[in-house]
């Protein structure tokens, strides 16, 4: 049967008050911005010791969901499993707008934005050898490949929407690679120093993604009203726990891995240094062990609260997992001639939380949940209630909206 | 190395300039840099306003239908207000006094 998308109306009362809550937060990453450039970098809480902060987490956690949410569009265009269908517009749609909100977060560490254009000046005859140049050319491919992956679905294309999802899954494969290359070769810093890093960076991404999948299902469908199959959102829960064993693999390989070498220090400092408890309440406990436990227990697993509440402890937990890999990482002192040159100042530093930094994450995460709210109301990304579809299908015509 | 030849309007200009700095307030050289900020925003955000428009008509000549119209003039309406702020952020940071 040919599924049909619908608008939503959008003009209950909860829609305005939640489009004014996110106009008003995304309001205050303007007010952001102006303060940070103005005053400069000094308002955040990185320094020269720790260079990356909040919003350089936000960057690789938004860029981990984005890949993961693509990943999970592919279940039904690609390997045509039509019964993942009804979320596929869905998660296209939330991959391009976490990889603009990943963009927006990148574009403002830079401090200086304007200079943004120097890393395409030259583009392939950049130097190649630079993670940050591979990642550029693999942001731009990606988000235009979305865009138009999404506009191919809207149109009903399928064949093409099939090969262009394919590549387009292959590129968010290597887009979060990459994201985890650009920690995983930086051979100085030894808590991000790993091989398995890009792989690692794909199972957090994968199950951050199908995570988020699964809420933004969940409260997309309850609030507009729609049937929440049951068995879709059990199955992904069930995606979710395989994704996790292998996202447990490699942490465990990885951590054990720089457990062995006598050069222990850094790992050591992960596990019980200033931030042990990102690694170890947030991380492990939240992004895995409790979402697992949830997850194959014979009760909660079965049940859609038991299911929402492991993704929202992936989400905190994954979130977790990339402040644990940032802050622990860089605030760990470098050795640059060892015993004569530890570092900065040779101690380990703390990352101060300030208020700005903190506003302006919050501002762009507003202004994405915004573009999501509104594009529910411009675009056909739900799919149609039942006894709505002949409405749906009259719904391409902009003049016959069916209600939401 | 030989001193560049200034013309008698150069002089004059240089002149006029600093009879005006020793004239004109404090106050009123910030104000005036403010209006040229201001000007020079208008005249930014109209380039800008083109190039967006400039896009929409490249898209729908390229086949996008009318019925995403609304969601992209509000997506690029959001990334105008940011690129507006950028503006203003960044002239107020560098644009020069308009008297020295």
């Known amino acids: 049967m040919q599924r049909s998308y619908v608008t939503i109306e959008g003009k209950s009362r909860g829609y305005y008050l939640l489009v004014t809550l996110l106009g008003l937060g995304s309001v205050l990453l303007l007010v952001g911005f102006i303060v940070s450039y103005l005053k400069g970098q000094q308002v955040w809480g990185v320094s020269n010791i720790i260079p990356w902060g909040q919003l350089i987490i936000f960057y690789i956690y938004f860029i981990g969901l984005s890949a993961g949410a693509i990943i999970i569009s592919s279940l039904s265009y690609v390997l045509k499993w039509d019964f993942y269908k009804p979320i596929t517009r869905l998660a296209v749609f939330m991959g391009i707008l976490l990889m603009l909100g990943a963009m927006f977060f990148v574009f403002v560490d830079l401090g200086r934005p304007e200079k943004f254009w120097r890393l395409f000046a030259y583009y392939f005859l950049n130097n190649m050898t630079s993670m940050f140049v591979i990642n550029s050319i693999f942001y731009v491919v990606y988000m235009t ?103 447990l693999v490699l942490v465990f390989v990885d951590k054990m891995t720089h457990f ?145 | 190395m030989a001193e560049p030849d200034h013309c008698f309007i150069c002089y004059f200009a240089i002149g006029l300039l600093q009879v005006v700095n020793a004239l004109v307030s404090e106050e009123l050289k910030m104000s005036l840099r403010v209006v040229a900020i201001a000007i020079e925003v208008i005249i930014l955000m109209a380039m800008i306003y083109c190039f967006f428009l400039g896009l929409k008509l490249t898209l729908s000549d390229l086949g996008l239908q009318p019925r995403y119209d609304r969601f992209l003039k509000l997506v690029l309406t959001t990334l105008g207000i940011f690129i507006l702020t950028f503006f203003i952020a960044h002239l107020i940071l560098f644009y020069p006094g308009i008297i020295p």
């Open chain 1, 145 to 247: 490949l979305m865009v138009f992956y999404l506009w191919l679905i809207f149109e009903n294309k399928k064949r093409w929407a099939a090969i262009v999802g394919t590549l387009d899954v292959i590129w968010a494969i290597s887009v979060h690679m990459g994201t985890g290359a650009i920690f995983g070769l930086i051979g100085n810093r030894e808590i991000f120093f790993s091989p398995i890093k890009p792989f690692e960076f794909l199972a957090a991404a994968l199950t951050s993604g199908t995570s988020l999948i699964i809420l933004t299902t969940l409260g997309t469908f309850k609030f507009t009203g729609r049937n929440i199959h049951k068995d879709l959102i059990l199955s992904l829960g069930n995606l979710l726990s395989w994704l996790i064993y292998v996202l």
């Open chain 1, 260 to 404: 062995y070498f006598p050069g222990r220090d850094p790992v050591l400092y992960l596990f019980a240094g200033n931030y042990w408890w990102l690694f170890w309440l947030f991380q492990i406990g939240m992004g895995i062990l409790i979402p697992l436990c949830l997850l194959i227990h014979p009760r909660t697993k079965r049940t859609m609260k038991g299911v929402s509440f492991a993704s929202l402890s992936v989400m905190i937990g994954v979130f977790g997992e990339r402040a644990a890999l940032v802050l622990p990482g860089t605030a760990y002192p470098q050795h640059f001639f060892p015993g004569f040159i530890e570092g900065m100042w040779g101690k380990p530093e703390i990352f101060p939380i300030t208020v700005w930094e903190s506003l302006l994450c919050l501002g762009i995460v507003s202004y994405i949940a915004l573009l999501f709210v509104l594009g529910l109301k411009f675009l056909e990304i739900l799919p149609a209630r039942e006894g709505e579809d002949m409405a749906a299908l009259e719904g391409s015509n902009p003049l016959l909206k069916a209600s939401g």
